[in-house]
């Protein structure tokens, strides 16, 4: 993503993640997050980011778990998420996804 001029902050973990958007909401632009995840899952990360700062734009991504990806992300709708992927997908459709919330955050420009 980073040799496509698209600036990216990595966590390991959900909770990880939620500090540094306490921290500054403003700087992100789009979170993709995991479902299935140790510590604190996905939906509750959902939760509390849009919470947070709803203007924010969330994927979801999901490869299963104990129950189908299908199912995990149908349920990630309620709580906010604004798009999802199920596992395993391309980068050409991750990419698609990513430069339409760009193109909407923009208002039409890269």
Avoid at 3 to 26: H, R, W
């Amino acid at each position: 993503m980073t040799k496509l001029g698209y600036q990216v902050t990595g966590k390991t973990s959900a909770v990880e993640a939620l500090a540094t958007v306490i921290q500054s909401p403003a700087a992100f632009d789009l979170v993709i997050t995991d479902l299935t995840m140790p510590e604190k899952e996905g939906i509750e990360t959902i939760m509390e980011i849009k919470k947070l700062h709803s203007a924010i734009k969330i994927l979801a991504i999901s490869g299963g778990g104990e129950i189908s990806p299908a199912f995990y992300l149908k349920c990630a709708d309620a709580p906010g998420a604004d798009a999802s992927l199920q596992k395993p997908f391309t980068r050409g459709t991750l990419l698609q996804i990513i430069n339409t919330f760009v193109t909407r955050i923009n208002g039409g420009m890269r």
